[in-house]
């Protein structure tokens, strides 16, 4: 326990004493990080995230709820938020111009600052439904796929249609479509979280649940279709859970405008990334949010100032063809 406690001494004082050394010129008095709608998982780590930067660095800032992935792309490329989460595919549509938010607009101003989690996706249903499988839901279910331009709405009806599911599409925040499915006016919910989702968390405590896991058929389908990978939502992750669910993911990054200051993404990306245990307190999610994860990232433009953190205390290798204005 003692040895512990000098280990967290020393890795508070380490990312005070990089904080206190950087040059703060060109620092903003304040800053926001897009998420995404509350009950999802994006909030709950964004907000973690923003308030503790904010409280080691003596910053004012915090989390804003937004549409998720492609709308923070666009945020953070304009500037209008300093800071943002987002997929790698929706990244990479928004750097081709196919943002739906600015259709022909390359968002190229926003870069990968630090490596967060895998999004698995997954299916959830109430019990008393009988769905069961992918397989069991009915044609013309409807189904919630979470915010409009979200990670889950852009990807998830293509796989349902891939599998051949015939649906009625729904969206919302996750938190009202949690309520919605629990009133009968919804079958399904097709998450794309962070896992635990803190909605389908909710819905256990409430009611009882069914969390489908997709078949090795389907999930070799969606994954010859789609920038996925394959994942596998441990047991222990929900309480309906017996076993380890079968799913597919995509990886998350953190992203930062790219004209902020190096000093500070590098000032940044020290406190999140130096204490991992401080991270994982905030959300479990960030088991991923480690130093070797960083060459998950194989779309975005790396910042300076992150890019200088993960050379200097994960041994990156980051060409300078990655690493904007290099």
């Not at 998420?35 to 780590?45: E, I, K, L, M």
């Not at 078949?215 to 017996?242: K, N, R």
């Not at 079968?246 to 204490?275: G, H, K, Q, T, Y």
């Not at 779309?299 to 041994?315: C, R, T, Y």
Request: proline share 5%; charged share 15%; hydrophobic share 40%.
């Amino acid at each position: 326990m003692q040895s512990k406690k000098l280990l967290l001494a020393a890795a508070v004082a380490a990312t005070c004493s990089i904080a206190q050394a950087n040059d703060r010129s060109g620092w903003p008095e304040s800053f926001t990080v897009g998420t995404a709608s509350q009950g999802g998982t994006y909030f709950a780590y964004g907000s973690g995230w923003a308030n503790l930067v904010a409280q080691e660095l003596g910053l004012s800032g915090g989390a804003e709820v937004t549409g998720g992935p492609m709308q923070n792309m666009a945020l953070v490329h304009t500037g209008d938020a300093s800071f943002g989460m987002t997929t790698l595919g929706p990244a990479a549509e928004s750097i081709n111009g196919n943002n739906p938010i600015a259709p022909g607009l390359p968002m190229d101003n926003a870069c990968a600052m630090f490596p967060m989690y895998q999004t698995p996706f997954s299916v959830t249903t109430l019990s008393s439904s009988g769905i069961e499988s992918i397989a069991d839901i009915p044609a013309g279910a409807k189904i919630g796929f979470g915010p409009a331009g979200s990670t889950s709405d852009t990807y998830f009806p293509r796989m349902m249609e891939t599998l051949g599911v015939d649906f009625e599409r729904r969206n919302g925040g996750w938190s009202d479509l949690g309520s919605q499915l629990q009133d009968g006016l919804l079958d399904v919910i097709a998450f794309a979280a962070g896992v635990p989702v803190p909605a389908v968390s909710q819905l256990e405590v409430q009611t009882d649940v069914n969390i489908i896991e997709f078949t090795a058929e389907e999930q070799a389908t969606i994954q010859g279709a789609f920038p996925v990978a394959e994942f596998s939502i441990a047991a222990d992750t929900y309480t309906t859970l017996e076993a380890d669910a079968r799913s597919v993911s995509m990886w998350n990054f953190s992203i930062a405008n790219c004209d902020l200051p190096a000093s500070l993404v590098e000032a940044v990306v020290d406190v999140v990334m130096s204490d991992n245990e401080r991270m994982v307190s905030i959300h479990k999610a960030a088991r991923s949010t480690v130093t070797e994860n960083w060459d998950k990232n194989t779309v975005l433009m790396w910042h300076p100032g992150a890019a200088k953190w993960f050379k200097e205390n994960a041994g990156a290798d980051i060409p300078d063809d990655q690493i904007h204005g290099m």
